[in-house]
């Protein structure tokens, strides 16, 4: 096979039925039938690789984990049905009671609910170190610490990790390094590369790319993988097949998707970067990123999320919002469409002022999804709401 990505995201399809289908059709069915009494037997055995039922595997979800697997360059992966699914099954799979996570503070909302409110039922508790001081990350690393997390960029700040420098650290500490790596996607990053165990994703942003249906998936070594498919399997957070297909078809589109995102999510910046309303803008790949270098080392393109400041602080946020016209106001990103939030007064109102301010998202922060419109009708819209606060 190729060794392009674009080649084996369209190419690598599961095996055609007797009817030579050209696209992969969708196979809705709850369970697989045996040949005889020891078919079922060593299948039930484990002592051969086939379809049993469909918590266990399905030949769509099959797919969409193959392709996932070759464009991380993955031994193995397992789908499941969001990607808070993946996150929650990944960690209750591989962690016993009494042991410890060294995250990344600027995680996924829910990522941190699990971390802080559910997993220490069971006696696990994490500690977190900032994305700009990966030194103090060896500091919090104790006896019973088994997982380094992290994400790159960070939502919604759009700050960048040192992946090479974290993989070092988990190795020399014999730790299980997790990359989430829904913002990059493996278009732009490919984090096993750079010393990571294990990747997550939820398929529901970029991947499906259409704001149509919810989806995660881990993938990385094939031990680790064994142990989460077994705790998965009897537990049942599986993909649906009809998610399955769905997200395989859209993963034939994603380099060409991502790659426009990243175009067109870079003229957004650039134009932010000079509007007078604005006193700052973060995106990877402008030179005033503070991780420039790293963020060009690390990944092909800057990714679609841009966060800006806007002058005059909580209620010029609030006001933006309001005077947006085109664009949508929604919790997705990664969608066609461009999307627009004010962190401080929406998704991280709860949180204390100081520990907002801590993790980047300023009072005047807006975060934006760059989609695929024309990036001149999304620098109207943009434009004339900012002139409205
Ligand atoms: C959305 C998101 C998740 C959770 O995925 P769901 O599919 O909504 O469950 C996890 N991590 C990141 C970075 C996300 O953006």
Same mark, same amino acid.
């Given at each position: 096979m190729s060794k392009h990505i674009e080649t084996k995201a369209i190419r690598t399809q599961i095996e055609r039925t007797q009817f030579l289908e050209h696209s992969n059709p969708l196979y809705l069915t709850s369970s697989y039938v045996f040949e005889d009494a020891e078919d079922m037997r060593s299948s039930f055995a484990d002592e051969k690789k086939r379809n049993i039922y469909s918590r266990y595997s399905n030949p769509n979800t099959s797919e969409f984990i193959e392709k996932v697997c070759i464009m991380e360059g993955a031994e193995s992966g397992?789908?499941?049905?969001?990607?808070m699914s993946a996150v929650f099954s990944t960690f209750a799979a591989l962690l016993d009671s009494g042991d410890h996570i060294v995250s990344c503070?600027?995680?996924?909302?829910?990522?941190?609910?699990?971390?802080?409110?559910?997993?220490?039922?069971?006696?696990?508790?994490?500690?977190?170190?900032?994305?700009?001081?990966?030194?103090?990350?060896?500091?919090?690393?104790?006896?019973?610490?088994?997982?380094i997390y992290a994400e790159s960029p960070t939502?919604?700040?759009?700050?960048?990790?040192?992946?090479?420098?974290?993989?070092?650290?988990?190795?020399?500490?014999?730790?299980?390094?997790?990359?989430?790596?829904?913002?990059?996607?493996?278009?732009?990053?490919?984090?096993?590369?750079?010393?990571?165990?294990?990747?997550?994703?939820?398929?529901?942003?970029?991947?499906?790319?259409?704001?149509? #249906?919810? %989806? +995660? /998936?881990?993938? =990385?070594?094939?031990? !680790?993988?064994?142990?989460?498919?077994?705790?998965?399997?009897?537990?049942?957070?599986?993909?649906?097949?009809?998610?399955a297909w769905i997200l395989s078809k859209s993963l034939e589109t994603l380099p060409v998707r991502v790659e426009k995102h990243c175009e067109n999510a870079l003229k957004i910046a650039s134009f932010l970067e000079s509007h007078n309303q604005v006193n700052f803008v973060k995106y990877p790949f402008l030179t005033s990123h503070p991780q420039y270098k790293l963020a060009r080392q690390q990944m092909k393109m800057g990714g679609n999320v841009?966060?800006?400041? #806007?002058? %005059? +602080? /909580?209620?010029? =946020?609030?006001?933006? !919002?309001?005077?947006?016209k085109i664009l949508s106001l929604s919790a997705n990103l990664g969608d066609t469409r461009t999307i627009v939030t004010?962190?401080?007064?929406?998704?991280?109102?709860?949180?204390?002022?100081?520990?907002?301010?801590?993790?980047?998202?300023?009072?005047?922060?807006?975060?934006?999804?760059?989609?695929?419109?024309?990036?001149?009708?999304?620098?109207?819209?943009?434009?004339?709401?900012?002139?409205?606060?």
């Open positions: 397992f789908a499941f049905a969001s990607g503070q600027s995680i996924f909302g829910s990522s941190q609910t699990l971390f802080n409110n559910i997993l220490p039922k069971w006696n696990i508790t994490t500690q977190y170190f900032k994305s700009n001081e990966i030194e103090d990350l060896e500091n919090l690393i104790q006896s019973n610490t088994k997982i939502n919604p700040a759009v700050d960048i990790l040192d992946l090479a420098r974290i993989g070092q650290i988990a190795k020399k500490h014999n730790l299980i390094f997790i990359v989430d790596n829904c913002f990059a996607t493996p278009y732009l990053q490919q984090p096993l590369k750079f010393g990571a165990d294990l990747v997550i994703h939820s398929a529901t942003k970029l991947m499906d790319g259409q704001g149509r #249906v919810l %989806g +995660g /998936i881990t993938v =990385g070594h094939a031990e !680790l993988i064994q142990r989460i498919y077994l705790f998965s399997r009897n537990t049942g957070p599986a993909l649906s097949p009809f998610n841009v966060a800006f400041e #806007v002058k %005059g +602080g /909580i209620q010029a =946020g609030i006001k933006f !919002l309001n005077s947006i004010h962190p401080a007064s929406t998704t991280h109102a709860k949180i204390a002022e100081q520990d907002r301010l801590q993790t980047g998202i300023t009072n005047g922060l807006i975060r934006i999804s760059v989609g695929l419109e024309h990036t001149d009708d999304i620098i109207k819209d943009l434009n004339q709401a900012l002139h409205m606060i």
